[in-house]
């Protein structure tokens, strides 16, 4: 088991990015950053994060392909993914879900709801660690 417990941040905004990673290193846990997916998926592969948190819309690869590329590996698919985005239409929710994300969060990001769905899922994958 791993010392320490370990985020993956995958997100192109430079502010959302650095509100993020400010949030969950505040609770005490470790983050990794991606600017797109591509690397997302070079470092999830590589960090096996305890979780991962991605923008949808991402440069190249984007949110939807990342959540698709790693639940279809046997190693990474039980990582919870968090989607983060700005898509508030009836049925966006929905769709991320099927997806393959496990979660959702809304831009702007609320730093309060953020942080405490943040921690309620990394202490959960202590508990199943």
């Not at 505040?26 to 991962?52: F, Y």
């Not at 949110?63 to 049925?91: H, Y």
């Not at 969060?105 to 769905?117: D, G, R, V």
């Given at each position: 088991?791993?010392?320490?417990?370990?985020?993956?941040?995958?997100?192109?905004?430079?502010?959302?990015?650095?509100?993020?990673?400010?949030?969950?290193?505040?609770?005490?846990?470790?983050?990794?950053?991606?600017?797109?997916?591509?690397?997302?998926?070079?470092?999830a592969?590589?960090?096996?994060?305890?979780?991962?948190?991605?923008d949808?819309?991402?440069?190249?690869?984007?949110g939807?392909?990342?959540?698709?590329?790693?639940?279809?590996?046997?190693?990474?698919?039980?990582?919870?993914?968090?989607?983060?985005?700005?898509?508030?239409?009836?049925?966006?929710?929905?769709?991320?879900?099927?997806?393959?994300f496990?979660?959702?969060?809304?831009?702007?990001?609320?730093?309060?709801?953020?942080?405490?769905?943040?921690?309620?899922?990394?202490?959960?994958?202590?508990r199943?660690?």
């Amino acid at each position: 088991m791993k010392p320490h417990m370990e985020v993956l941040i995958i997100e192109d905004n430079r502010i959302n990015l650095k509100l993020m990673t400010y949030l969950v290193q505040a609770a005490g846990i470790a983050v990794t950053t991606a600017a797109d997916g591509e690397r997302g998926l070079e470092l999830a592969a590589l960090r096996r994060p305890d979780l991962i948190i991605c923008d949808v819309c991402l440069p190249g690869l984007d949110g939807f392909q990342v959540a698709s590329a790693l639940k279809a590996q046997p190693e990474l698919k039980d990582i919870p993914l968090v989607a983060v985005t700005a898509l508030a239409m009836p049925g966006d929710r929905e769709r991320l879900l099927q997806e393959g994300f496990d979660y959702y969060i809304c831009k702007p990001i609320e730093p309060e709801h953020f942080s405490a769905l943040i921690s309620a899922l990394i202490v959960r994958r202590k508990r199943n660690g």
